[in-house]
T-cell receptor, first 113, second 111 residues
Framework: GNSVTQMEGPVTLSEEAFLTINCTYTATGYPSLFWYVQYPGEGLQLLLKATKADDKGSNKGFEATYRKETTSFHLEKGSVQVSDSAVYFCALSSGGGADGLTFGKGTHLIIQP | DTAVSQTPKYLVTQMGNDKSIKCEQNLGHDTMYWYKQDSKKFLKIMFSYNNKELIINETVPNRFSPKSPDKAHLNLHINSLELGDSAVYFC??????????FGPGTRLTVL
């Protein structure tokens, strides 16, 4: 079956530091890959996505590249801000119609001023 | 303007009660979902509906019964609530094979 593995948190960084959150996946076929962000007390918001190998998703300074050879979709940002503090979820959809997303366990990111 | 809305936002109830959570989307999507987020933030799909038809029913107790009166609504009814049902429940919607849009969540606490 499908599965997503992402680094456990919390991850604590200083403002303006470089961020990497690792994500690897196992799936049949050619899944679409997503990063969602959950701010405290809120629902999930789509941060970025990639639908095929070598695609790069980007939004709000965050980037992730779909690497089929390493089955990875690592999230990066060059300079984090306090407002980036949230829980980040890597997820995949195997694209079989109305299938649900398979999520990683989430990484809690804390940015200190 | 809200794309996916859920009511109520908070629900506190006693064990054994029956409760419902409502979800509505105004995005014109064909597919709607229910997810459960446990205390460790882990998210798991419960159900998905496409054009009012049940597509996915993960290993969820039959005390949980989704109902979709039309494409824009997917309600979740829970019978005989148990302590382990305490969680945050998220509704989501999408067009088939596209990204999912999530509601704000309903925090259910069973006492």
């Amino acid at each position: 079956g499908n599965s997503v593995t992402q680094m456990e948190g919390p991850v604590t960084l200083s403002e303006e530091a470089f961020l990497t959150i690792n994500c690897t996946y196992t799936a049949t076929g050619y899944p679409s890959l997503f990063w969602y962000v959950q701010y405290p007390g809120e629902g999930l918001q789509l941060l970025l996505k990639a639908t095929k190998a070598d695609d790069k998703g980007s939004n709000k300074g965050f980037e992730a590249t779909y690497r089929k050879e390493t089955t990875s979709f690592h999230l990066e940002k060059g300079s984090v801000q306090v407002s980036d503090s949230a829980v980040y979820f890597c997820a995949l959809s195997s694209g079989g119609g109305a299938d649900g997303l398979t999520f990683g366990k989430g990484t809690h990111l804390i940015i200190q001023p | 303007d809200t794309a996916v809305s859920q009511t109520p936002k908070y629900l506190v109830t006693q064990m054994g009660n029956d409760k419902s959570i409502k979800c509505e989307q105004n995005l014109g999507h064909d597919t709607m979902y229910w997810y459960k987020q446990d205390s460790k933030k882990f998210l798991k799909i419960m159900f998905s509906y496409n054009n009012k038809e049940l597509i996915i029913n993960e290993t969820v107790p039959n005390r949980f019964s989704p109902k979709s009166p039309d494409k824009a609504h997917l309600n979740l009814h829970i019978n005989s609530l148990e302590l382990g049902d305490s969680a945050v429940y998220f509704c989501a919607s999408s067009q088939v094979n596209n990204e999912q849009f999530f509601g704000p969540g309903t925090r259910l606490t069973v006492l």
